[in-house]
């Protein structure tokens, strides 16, 4: 079965502390998906890695690719309290078909 | 201004009562999906389509029915709704292309099945 796993799910901290959330998949795929979702609203999708050692940061946010560990990760560096949101991680399982598996989602808030 | 719009975007039907979820994108995108929202299940998708009469089933396909007459449009159909498809509703499109994979979200639909 493919799996998309996240960790933690939930994560509350202090603002300007740094934290990771770790995105594990079961399935070979070199294309993963970040999107935050903030409470009551749509996605919004962040961050497209398309291979094996991608990086992409945008502000406070960089996510990274390991295809070979089936791993992405997804680094907060010194949170403010707009960070806080809900954020996804998606695989797609079919190498540029439009099937994707999502993660189920890390919850975080961060603290004043 | 690019968008994916949804309606309705709240929805209280009673068991068996047929409904449709329409969306539109305004974006000429060749693919578009369908999720499904759960509380601890994150997203989880109903059926996607590559391209006008592409379709093909996601994750959780049973239960509903799709078609893909015209590019912008891909509803969502509900033959005989049952209290297990209440839900928070997406639909998503994307361009077609390996290298242009942002997929754009709709607002959502609230459902709920009595």
């Known amino acids: 079965e493919l799996k998309v796993e996240q960790n933690p799910l939930f994560l509350s901290m202090q603002e300007g502390k740094n934290y990771t959330i770790y995105c594990n998949y079961s399935t070979t795929s070199d294309r993963l998906y970040w999107y935050r979702q903030d409470p009551g609203k749509s996605l919004e999708s962040l961050f497209v890695l398309l291979s094996n050692g991608a990086v992409k940061q945008e502000g406070r946010l960089m996510a990274s690719l390991d295809t070979k560990a089936r791993l992405s990760t997804l680094h907060i560096t010194a949170a403010v309290h707009d960070l806080s949101a809900t954020y996804f991680c998606?695989?797609?399982?079919?190498?540029?078909?439009?099937?994707?598996?999502f993660g189920t989602g890390t919850r975080l808030k961060v603290l004043a | 201004e690019a968008q994916v719009t949804q309606n309705p975007r709240y929805l209280i039907t009673v068991t068996g009562k047929k409904l449709t979820v329409t969306c539109s994108q305004n974006m000429n995108h060749e693919y578009m999906s369908w999720y499904r929202q759960d509380p601890g299940l994150g997203l989880r998708q109903i059926y996607y389509?590559?391209?006008?009469?592409?379709?093909d089933k996601g994750d959780v396909p049973e239960g509903y029915k799709v078609s893909r007459k015209e590019k912008r449009n891909f509803p969502l159909i509900l033959e005989s709704p049952s209290p297990n498809q209440t839900s928070l509703y997406f639909c998503?499109?994307?361009?077609?292309?390996?290298?242009?994979?942002?997929?754009?979200f709709g607002p959502g639909t609230r459902l709920t099945v009595l």
């Open positions: 389509s590559m391209n006008v009469e592409v379709t």
């Open positions: 998503a499109s994307r361009a077609g292309g390996l290298f242009t994979d942002t997929q754009y």
């Open positions: 998606a695989v797609d399982v079919g190498s540029g078909t439009y099937k994707y598996i």
